[in-house]
C-alpha cells in the first residue's frame, strides 16, 4: 500500500505557480521522498526527491516540513504541458532497494 | 541519448497465445524493472533485476508470467498462456543502481481478447 495521501485532482493557470502537496505522516526515518508524473500515454517520469531538506533542480522545487511528514512539490510557472498525474513516493535508499509503490497521485490539470 | 526502449508499442492476441514484451535499458544501467499499470490497480511492481540478477519477483501475479535478463541490454516479459485480464499497459524501467531514480520508457499496450 502507498503510504503517502495525496489530493485526487488539482487545478492551475498557465504561468502560475502549481503547488502539489503530499502527506506522508508515517515517513521513517531512511526512507525519502520522491516524485514523479506521468503525462497520458507515456511512462512515468522521475522529477525530484528529497530526503530533509529543500530540493530543486530545472523542473521543479521540493519543500519537505521539519517534521518530514508532508511535503509540497512546486512547479513555479505551470504550462500546458505540465498536465499530469503527479505521484509522491516515499521508500528508503537502500535495503528495500528499488521497489516505488505508486499511489492515485494528483491529476494537475494546466489551464490556458 | 536513448532512453529505457520497449517493444512493441502496442500488441493484441487472442488469448491463450504467448505474449513477450522486450526492453533495452539505458546503456550502464545495473537495475532494471518491470512494471504493469492497469485502471483497477494502478502502477505495481512485477519484477526487478539487478546486474541482471532478479532480486525480487513477488509481484509477478502467477506462473504464467516469467521475466528474463540475458545480458545487461536486453529483458524480456513473457505471458503464457496469456488471459484477458492481463490487458494492461507494461512498463520498463531502468537506473544506475537500484537505489538512484528509475527512467521508463514508453510502454507496452497489450490488448488480449
Known amino acids: 500500500d502507498a503510504k503517502t495521501t495525496q489530493p485526487t485532482s488539482m487545478d492551475c493557470a498557465e504561468g502560475r505557480a502549481a503547488n502539489l502537496p503530499c502527506n506522508h505522516s508515517?515517513?521513517?526515518?531512511?526512507?525519502?521522498v520522491y516524485w514523479y508524473r506521468q503525462i497520458h500515454s507515456q511512462g512515468p517520469q522521475y522529477i525530484i526527491h528529497g530526503l530533509k531538506n529543500n530540493e530543486t533542480n530545472e523542473m521543479a522545487s521540493l519543500i519537505i516540513t521539519e517534521d518530514r511528514k508532508s511535503s509540497t512539490l512546486i512547479l513555479p510557472h505551470a504550462t500546458l504541458r505540465d498536465t499530469a498525474v503527479y505521484y509522491c513516493i516515499v521508500r528508503p535508499l537502500s535495503g528495500q532497494g528499488g521497489k516505488l509503490i505508486f499511489g492515485q497521485g494528483t491529476e494537475l490539470s494546466v489551464k490556458p | 541519448d536513448a532512453g529505457v526502449i520497449q517493444s512493441p508499442r502496442h500488441e493484441v492476441t487472442e488469448m491463450g497465445q504467448e505474449v513477450t514484451l522486450r526492453c533495452k535499458p539505458i546503456s550502464g544501467h545495473n537495475s532494471l524493472f518491470w512494471y504493469r499499470q492497469t485502471m483497477m490497480r494502478g502502477l505495481e511492481l512485477l519484477i526487478y533485476?539487478?546486474?541482471?540478477?532478479?532480486?525480487?519477483d513477488s509481484g509477478m501475479p502467477e506462473d504464467r508470467f516469467s521475466a528474463k535478463m540475458p545480458n545487461a541490454s536486453f529483458s524480456t516479459l513473457k505471458i503464457q498462456p496469456s488471459e484477458p485480464r492481463d490487458s494492461a499497459v507494461y512498463f520498463c524501467?531502468?537506473?544506475?543502481?537500484?537505489?538512484?531514480?528509475?527512467?521508463f520508457g514508453d510502454g507496452t499496450r497489450l490488448s488480449i481478447l
Open positions: 508515517t515517513i521513517s526515518g531512511n526512507e525519502y
Open positions: 524501467a531502468s537506473s544506475p543502481d537500484r537505489a538512484q531514480p528509475q527512467h
Open positions: 533485476f539487478n546486474n541482471n540478477v532478479p532480486i525480487d
